[in-house]
């Protein structure tokens, strides 16, 4: 950002980076003198006043922000071959590089930094005199480097610079300098990106690749599937706005840090440009081939993203884009250090010359350039001609297309009338992406799919059917084949038994175990049918006595009233006609016709001080029956509103004026003051709220104490990292750090404790699940652990193996496997310990250790981890936040996602506390489904399967309300209804009965298929700079979740579900139903 004298005291120069990067510009001024400086004996590198209208990729713009951080506006640099760096700017400015001037490093080739300020009263005649002479200025053999393009702006502007400006033009006609262009030589030394900047360009390209993905892309399907008519102005306008504003698809990233590096351009229906100053035109958006392009600037670093959308394309468009594709990772190829910037483009026309000499002369005149504070670095263009070497660290836009391609008639026939494509006669393509050059090759990091089954979308395909009826006609020629390995192998066993014809024994042994495997199912589902039976009349049981208990702990939870003072003589003495915060007393004196009124401040909803012309407001709103109270209201507030709604009337808000605007100004700070501190001490009361005061420990004395050192915490007590050693005395276990914190965990409050020894890990733990939390630092804590690392984190995530007769690699791991043994012996001997130092007291504890033959893969807290079962819990405790499940508090068990189409499937367990949200496990293999089902029903737990995920927050708050959703009747006791959970299964509770193993391969495979496809792109963690707390700012895919069905929409389909099984039990055919939610043949992957 520009430096204005208004935010130099909040600026600070960054001396170590502002030397480094000044050193490396000296250096390469003088290493590269006469090939890109223009051999220049001196650089003047100025930068003109502001303009509302400048250009932000001015070279002495991004020369500013790269040397400084901000822009120094009307400000002369002067730097020499000897080292002397000049500045001449107002006093604030040299301020804020004075740290710079009096901490030079040493042997820096920087020798000194002159501050020359500003005097008006000479006309900084002195200033220029001294410039002048520290230049060597005044021969026409003398050079000076300046950027050309911008002095006729400079000479201008007036200022410091105006004159400075005007005296080089004369002294240059006079011949007393030659001034000489060094734009290409500021390209040429900020073309390498150190490590900080490349932070910078990635964070960039994840900013434009997810607004492509989440703002761009999910617009244009919008607009697809419902036919709208809109401009490519309005698309490219729509998607701007996302640039400057990222909230809007969920991506937490400052607003000042943030803007877009150029109009996005969306162009279709024939009319494609490839250059970079195309833009989008007035007319509507075609859906044949749409081309957009669209760049993000993330702290004045550019980034860049192009794609191209094919709607019904024809086989040759197809073609010619997966050729595309290819040319692309050709080009990809070469983009190495040392390699020339025209080798792109040589490999690109001969890889065209290989494939289709013809496209060759479609190729566009550059593919791509350098990027970075500059958005489009002309001395960097993958042209034909550019000489320019690549050097690791450079990043490039590298944009590769065809344009002008011609579609003929016949390319078109295929197409549906109803397709624009019928009617487009040229087109072009484009890809466009993000790439850093690294000492390994080209890293591209705008990740976006670009395949062509992600870009191409079918929506014209009625007169396919056709083409459908033919092939099977051809098939129908064709002898049978049985559809599937499962009927192949029972055909082939069948023939086996009786024609006496030769067959496969593979198909025949995986024919008997596929009728195993359907027979175990089927008992499975027996067990289950008669489980859920039964823990529907226990939760009845259970809930009747909850509901006794409750009732006759009726009136302990009412409503306290507000009181703020007792009498009307204990007010303070508040000022006439003023508003008086009192704050010992939590009130809010109002002034209402005169009189000062009290008002405690829990009733308050917000306070505002809106702008306004020659006077002060001040509006105060009060929680009011009849609007949303919001999250943040106090919970006795809220009581009080309802207790009072019926009858009483309510303040909503009051506006006070002042033209003294003092009071009131005042009077606000205070009010949001007394606010935050009301908010602060309830948060921490109900944070306490369900605290149990633990007994005291109790330390052994006289006796050997089971001892484990050197061990971490989890979680941490402070900020830092938390270890120490813990011990087992009489009563309970005391961690002690080595900075002297302590934490006790007591044998009664311990509700199961696990030993994880250390296999595939990289640690070996021991891990509490408590009864009741306990305070760890600030927070309540449920789950405590103690872990010893058996090898550095750091080493476990490095892949790169030397030989595997590798001496050292082979003591190396002769090491680890002692280590491993030692250390999980060590937890063993002491968990046996602390079990018999608690026996020994009277205190039950016993170790459990996760089964991890039962183990499966999924994603509980947005990371793939391995969860395992013990006796009592389902965890996973390598990774936090931890993820423990006690299955006494689980209700039931639904697998989301089930299909024959989907790879993976996702399991909610449902707690039977329904205040509480249901733990979830998303994306496990389905190859683990058949043991977790059969793991689940010896842990008598009930499980129900379904084709999609569900909406689980109305779901449970449908249940919470339904006082008879475990019995079997309604109200009436006589109208049967499904019981409990039972409304979810995928068939009928009666289904088990029959003995046709077909019929088990039923209905739900064709219209129930899950069309959800996870693209399993890796995209990095974008940090915002602002919250640190272990979750990706940019994990908006997380939060783009499917839509389930409601409680009505689930009813009317059961009911649909029972219909049909009568009609197919009379032996009526089943007539195909359309999906209800939505046209599936609106748009169509291609």
């Known amino acids: 950002p520009p430096l204005c004298n208004n935010t130099l005291t909040m600026a600070e120069l960054e001396v170590d980076r502002f030397f480094t990067r000044l050193e490396k510009l000296h250096s390469h001024f003088i290493k590269h003198n006469a090939a890109v400086w223009g051999a220049a004996d001196c650089l003047c590198l100025n930068r003109g006043p502001l303009d509302e209208d400048s250009n932000p990729y001015l070279k002495s713009a991004i020369f500013h922000q790269w040397i400084f951080g901000y822009e120094l506006p009307d400000t002369i640099v002067l730097l020499t071959k000897e080292g002397e760096f000049y500045i001449l700017a107002t006093k604030k400015k040299c301020d804020f590089i004075r740290d710079a001037s009096a901490n030079i490093p040493k042997g820096s080739p920087i020798k000194k930094i002159h501050l020359l300020l500003r005097n008006k009263e000479d006309s900084n005649e002195e200033n220029y005199t001294t410039l002048w002479k520290a230049g060597g200025l005044g021969s026409e053999e003398r050079k000076l480097g300046v950027i050309l393009k911008e002095r006729e702006t400079n000479v201008s502007s007036g200022g410091i610079l105006g004159p400075w400006e005007s005296k080089l033009t004369e002294a240059q006609e006079a011949k007393e300098v030659t001034l000489v262009d060094v734009a290409a030589g500021l390209s040429f030394a900020m073309s390498i990106k150190d490590e900080s900047e490349l932070d910078l360009m990635k964070r960039s390209s994840i900013l434009s690749n997810k607004v492509m993905k989440h703002g761009y892309i999910k617009k244009m399907e919008d607009v697809i599937d419902s036919g709208e008519a809109i401009t490519h102005e309005a698309l490219a306008s729509y998607v701007d706005e996302i640039l400057e504003n990222p909230s809007k698809i969920g991506l937490k990233v400052a607003g000042d840090d943030v803007q877009s590096c150029y109009y996005p351009i969306v162009q279709s229906g024939g009319n494609f440009d490839l250059k970079a100053s195309a833009q989008s ?212 066993a069948n023939e086996s038994r009786g024609g006496g014809t030769r067959t496969s024994s593979r198909l025949a042994r995986d024919s008997d175990a596929m009728k195993e495997t359907q027979e175990g199912i089927a008992q499975r589902e027996r067990k289950q049918i008669l489980l859920m039976r039964r823990r529907n009349e226990e939760r009845v049981k259970e809930l009747a006595r909850k509901n006794r208990n409750k009732s006759d702990g009726d009136g302990e939870d009412q ?345 993976a499937f996702d399991i909610v367990l449902v707690n039977k506390d329904f205040n509480k949200p249901p733990w979830r496990v998303d994306m496990i293999p389905n190859g683990d489904k058949d043991a977790i089902q059969e793991w689940l029903t010896d842990m008598e737990l009930t499980y129900t399967e379904g084709p999609m995920n569900l909406n689980w927050k109305q779901i449970v708050n449908t249940v919470k309300e339904d006082d008879r959703f475990y019995m079997n009747t309604e109200e009436d006791e006589l109208t049967e209804k499904e019981a409990g959970w039972e409304f979810l299964r995928m068939f009928g509770k009666d289904d088990d009965d029959d003995d046709d193993p077909d019929e088990d391969d039923s209905e739900f495979g064709s219209d129930r298929a899950d069309d959800e496809d996870d693209d399993g792109e890796e995209e990095e963690d974008f940090d915002s700079g602002v919250d640190e707390d272990g979750e990706s700012d940019f994990d908006a895919d997380e939060d783009l979740e499917e839509e389930g069905l409601d409680w009505d929409e689930m009813e009317e389909q059961a009911k649909d579900e029972d219909r049909r099984k009568r009609r197919m039990d009379d032996g009526v055919e089943e007539e195909v139903r359309k999906p209800k939610r939505g046209n599936t043949n609106k748009k169509r992957r291609r």
């Open 281 to 492: 035109s007035e007319k509507k958006l075609s859906h044949d081939v749409i081309m957009v392009s669209l760049g993000a600037r993330y702290r004045n670093y550019c980034s860049n993203i192009g794609r191209t959308f094919l709607v019904d394309p024809p086989k040759k468009v197809s073609e010619n884009y997966e050729l595309l594709l290819e040319m692309q990772e050709a080009c990809l190829e070469v983009m190495r250090p040392g390699k020339p910037a025209k080798a792109v483009y040589k490999a690109a026309v001969s890889f065209l010359q290989d494939k289709d000499e013809s496209l060759v002369k479609h190729l566009p005149k550059t593919l791509g350039f350098a990027s970075g504070l500059d958005f489009r670095d002309s001395s960097f263009l993958l042209s034909a001609k550019n000489p320019a070497s690549i050097r690791e660290g450079m990043v490039f836009c590298l944009n590769v297309g065809l344009q002008n391609l011609e579609l003929s008639e016949s390319d078109r026939s295929a197409s549906s009338d109803k397709s624009p494509v019928k009617k487009l006669s040229s087109y072009a393509l484009m890809i466009a992406d993000m790439v850093a050059v690294t000492k390994d090759g080209p890293d591209v990091m705008t990740k976006m799919p670009k395949a062509l089954t992600n870009v191409a979308y079918k929506i014209n395909d009625e007169e396919d059917d056709g083409d459908d009826d033919e092939s099977e006609e051809e098939e129908d020629d064709a002898p049978d084949a049985p559809k599937g390995d499962a009927e192949l192998a029972r055909k082939l």
């Open 559 to 903: 409503a306290e009233e507000l009181e703020t003072y007792k009498r009307t003589r204990d007010y303070p003495d508040p000022q006439p006609n003023q508003v008086m915060v009192h704050m010992a007393n939590q009130c809010v004196f109002l002034p209402i016709s005169g009189v000062p009124v009290p008002f405690h401040i829990s009733t308050i909803k917000n306070v505002v001080m809106p702008e306004a012309d020659g006077a002060t407001l001040l509006r105060i709103n009060f929680y009011t029956a009849g609007i949303a109270l919001g999250k943040e209201a106090p919970a006795n507030m809220i009581k009080l509103v309802q207790k009072y709604a019926p009858y009483a009337s309510f303040i909503r808000e009051m506006t006070f004026r002042s033209l003294d605007g003092r009071n009131l100004t005042h009077a606000f700070r205070q009010i949001s003051e007394l606010r935050r501190r009301a908010r602060a001490k309830e948060l921490r009361e109900q944070e306490e709220a369900d605290l149990v005061e633990q007994e005291k420990l109790v330390r052994t004395r006289g006796a050997a104490v089971p001892r484990l050192s050197d061990l971490t915490m989890r979680p941490v007590v402070s900020a830092r990292k938390t270890q120490g050693s813990l011990e087992a005395h009489t009563n309970g276990l005391r961690f002690t750090s080595v900075r002297n914190e302590i934490v006790d965990i007591m044998y009664a409050n311990i509700k199961y404790a696990i030993f994880q020894p250390c296999e595939s890990e990289i640690m070996v733990l021991v891990h509490f699940h408590l009864k009741n939390p306990i305070m760890i630092g600030k927070v309540k804590r449920l789950d405590v652990q103690f872990f010893t690392e058996v090898i550095d984190s750091s080493q476990a995530v490095d892949n790169s193996r030397r030989s595997m007769y590798d001496p050292d690699e082979m003591d190396d791991e002769q090491r680890e496997r002692q280590l491993r043994k030692k250390l999980n012996g060590a937890f063993r001997d002491f968990c046996r310990k602390v079990d018999a130092v608690a026996k020994k007291n009277n205190y039950h504890l016993e170790f459990d250790v996760p089964y991890r033959d039962l183990g499966f893969t999924g994603n509980p807290h947005k990371e793939m981890v391995t969860i395992m079962p013990t006796l009592n819990c389902l965890v996973n405790l390598t990774e936090t936040p931890f993820f423990v499940v006690d299955l006494d508090e689980v209700d039931h068990v639904h697998f989301e996602r089930v299909t024959y189409m989907s790879k």
